[in-house]
C-alpha cells in the first residue's frame, strides 16, 4: 500500500546541532507521487514546510532540506544548525496527483522534536 | 488572505454522546475541503473531502459523517461517539487541483 515511515519521537537537540529526522515512503498505487514536510508548532496548525514533485530535486525552506531519492524512497529532513524556534512535530507526508480534483495526503506519525538552548 | 478556523480547541466527551466538529474557511470561493484524524500514536488519515457543496466523499469509514452546508462551511459529527473516536482532528483546504493545503489548528477530541 501507500505510506509514509518516519523517526520515531520524541528527539531532543541542543541548540546548533544538526538535524536529521528520516522519512521513506511506499507508493504501490501512486505513479508520481508528491512528497512533503510539514510542521506544526505548538497551538498551531500544520504548515507546509516544503514539498518536492519530481525526483531527484531538494526542497529548501527555513534551513531545512530534503532531497526526493526515488530509489531509496527516501526524504530526509535535514538542517546544519537547529534553533529553539524549532521545536515542533514535524510530518513527513506523500500525496497522490491533484488531477483527479482532489489529493489525498498519506502522513508518517509525526516527530515531536524538542531543542533544548 | 485566506484564513481556517476550526472549533472547539478540545472537548471531552462521554461514548454514545453527539459530536460536532466545524471548520470554516474564509478569503477563498470553491475550496477544496478535507478533514483528517490522528489516533494517539497513529497517523494522519484522511476521512472525508468535499469539492464543492452539498457533495461529501467518504474516504475512511469511522462511523463518523460530514456535510458541506455552506460553500465556505465543513462539519464533522456522529450522533454516539465511540472510545475509537478520540484523537486529534484537522480540517484543510485547498485550492482545486492544486496540491497546497492548509490546515485547521485542530480539536483534540477526549471520549470516556
Known amino acids: 500500500g501507500d505510506s509514509v515511515t518516519q523517526t520515531e519521537g520524541p528527539v531532543t537537540v541542543s541548540e546548533s546541532e544538526s538535524l536529521i529526522i528520516n522519512c521513506t515512503y511506499s507508493?504501490?498505487?501512486?505513479?508520481?507521487?508528491?512528497l512533503f514536510w510539514y510542521v506544526r508548532y505548538p497551538g498551531e496548525g500544520l504548515q507546509l514546510l516544503l514539498k518536492?514533485?519530481?525526483?531527484?530535486q531538494k526542497g529548501s525552506s527555513r534551513g531545512f532540506e530534503a532531497t526526493y531519492n526515488k530509489e531509496t524512497t527516501s526524504f530526509h529532513l535535514q538542517k546544519a544548525s537547529v534553533q529553539e524556534s524549532d521545536s515542533a512535530v514535524y510530518y513527513c507526508?506523500?500525496?497522490?496527483?491533484?488531477?483527479?480534483?482532489?489529493?489525498?495526503?498519506?502522513f508518517g506519525k509525526g516527530t515531536s522534536l524538542t531543542v533544548i538552548p | 488572505a485566506q484564513t481556517i478556523h476550526q472549533w472547539p480547541v478540545a472537548e471531552i466527551k462521554a461514548v454514545g454522546s453527539p459530536l460536532s466538529l466545524g471548520c470554516t474557511i474564509k478569503?477563498?470561493?470553491?475550496?477544496?475541503l478535507y478533514w483528517y484524524w490522528q489516533a494517539t500514536g497513529g497517523t494522519l488519515q484522511q476521512l472525508f473531502y468535499?469539492?464543492?457543496?452539498?457533495?461529501v466523499e467518504s474516504v475512511v469509514q469511522l462511523n463518523l459523517s460530514a456535510s458541506r452546508p455552506k460553500d465556505d462551511q465543513f462539519i464533522l459529527s456522529t450522533e454516539k461517539l465511540l472510545l475509537s473516536h478520540s484523537g486529534f482532528y484537522l480540517c484543510?483546504?485547498?485550492?482545486?487541483?492544486?496540491?497546497?493545503?492548509?490546515f485547521g489548528s485542530g480539536t483534540r477530541l477526549l471520549v470516556i
Open positions: 518536492v514533485i519530481t525526483a531527484g
Open positions: 507526508a506523500l500525496g497522490d496527483s491533484p488531477n483527479t480534483g482532489y489529493q489525498n495526503f498519506y
Open positions: 468535499s469539492i464543492t457543496v452539498g457533495q
Open positions: 478569503g477563498k470561493s470553491s475550496p477544496n
Open positions: 507508493a504501490t498505487s501512486i505513479a508520481y507521487p508528491n
Open positions: 484543510a483546504w485547498s485550492p482545486t487541483g492544486d496540491s497546497d493545503y492548509t
